[in-house]
């Protein structure tokens, strides 16, 4: 029987380097939101996280095929499934 792989929701911030994650939703409100959307990070995007910084910020992430440093705080923001 084949099983079905559970997912899990979590923070883009919580995300190993080298994995995908899909965006789910987005907390925060007016323009941290829209800061975060301008940048290409809309519900339903696929996100990999190449880097971390040796003190954990920035994090350099994939999306929409071009690389993004995000701090922690913003990528705190961005709800994702594995």
Avoid: C
Wanted: glycine share 8%; net charge positive.
């Amino acid at each position: 029987m084949e099983q079905a792989r559970e997912t899990t929701v979590v923070t883009l911030r919580d995300i190993p380097i080298g994995q995908s994650a899909t965006v789910v939703k987005l907390n925060g409100e007016g323009a941290l939101k829209r800061h975060i959307m301008d940048m290409g990070i809309t519900k339903g995007t696929s996100v990999y996280v190449r880097k971390v910084a040796p003190l954990g910020d920035p994090i350099e992430v994939t999306v929409r095929g071009y690389e993004l440093s995000l701090r922690k705080s913003e990528a705190e923001s961005v709800v994702v499934t594995q």
